[in-house]
């Protein structure tokens, strides 16, 4: 059985930083990558940032330059690095893990992922 752990949350003012963290546990497989998605209440559930299983990166346009995951999917590197964050981007933060490429049209899909953790909440206060 895998497990998705998500670390970091907390709340921040607006232009403030955090880190998220997701921690695996279970059999995984090496070509298993990961990604990040947020919902805000009320709000469906959104992708943020992804490295697929071929190791392409995608952002959604709105955290370019200022989210950041790694460029590996090797253990000690899955996070999501948060600068500049806005009231509007409060909400939980998932990790998502699975075989996976990267749609033609460079959306991310939830349903693309097998595994989910249980979120992690981010608050950012104006």
């Known amino acids: 059985q895998v497990e998705l752990v998500e670390r970091g949350g907390g709340s921040v003012q607006a232009g403030g930083s955090l880190r998220l963290s997701c921690a695996v546990s279970?059999?995984?497989?090496?070509?298993?990558?990961f990604g990040w998605f947020r919902q805000a209440p009320g709000k469906e559930r959104e992708g943020v940032a992804a490295?697929?299983?071929?190791?392409?990166?995608n952002y959604a346009d709105s955290v370019k330059g200022r989210f950041t995951i790694p460029r590996d999917c090797a253990e000690n590197t899955r996070y999501l690095q948060l600068h500049s964050l806005q009231p509007e981007e409060t909400g939980m933060y998932y990790c998502?893990?699975?075989?996976?490429?990267?749609?033609?049209?460079?959306?991310?899909?939830?349903?693309?992922?097998?595994?989910w953790g249980q979120g992690t909440q981010v608050t950012v206060s104006s």
């Open positions: 998502a893990a699975g075989w996976w490429l990267l749609r033609q049209d460079e959306t991310l899909n939830k349903a693309d992922f097998a595994f």
């Open positions: 279970g059999h995984i497989y090496s070509t298993y990558c």
């Open positions: 490295i697929d299983s071929a190791g392409r990166i």
